[in-house]
């Protein structure tokens, strides 16, 4: 059964920082790009960062230079490093595919994880 996982959610304080798995089951990532989008509490799901199959990365303007997206495709994960974290990165974090570019049509969501960025 084709399945995301995301973890490493949780709270720290404003400057701190998390890193968010993504774990795929039941395929292989190889030929998948990967995306990271998040929800906060009455707004709309936006993405943040995606990775490409062939490992070409994009980033939303509000999280570049901060979060660093990176595959690992031997352990079949995608990562998100999120550095000097701000309130406003709170928000529920999915991961999902799209087949090779980042700029198709994205599905097999994750269930998410949460970020908490509050001191």
């Known amino acids: 059964q084709l399945q995301l996982v995301e973890s490493g959610g949780g709270l720290v304080q404003p400057g701190g920082s998390l890193r968010l798995s993504c774990a795929a089951s039941g395929f292989t990532l190889d030929y998948y790009a990967i995306g990271w989008f998040r929800q906060a509490p009455g707004k709309e799901r936006e993405g943040v960062s995606c990775?490409?199959?062939?490992?070409?990365?994009n980033y939303a303007d509000s999280v570049k230079g901060r979060f660093t997206i990176s595959r690992d495709n031997a352990k079949n994960t995608v990562y998100l490093q999120m550095n000097s974290l701000k309130p406003e990165d709170t928000a529920v974090y999915y991961c999902?595919?799209?087949?090779?570019?980042?700029?198709?049509?994205?599905?097999?969501w994750g269930l998410g994880t949460q970020v908490t960025v509050s001191s």
């Open positions: 999902a595919i799209s087949w090779r570019r980042c700029g198709g049509d994205f599905g097999s």
């Open positions: 990775i490409s199959s062939g490992g070409s990365t």
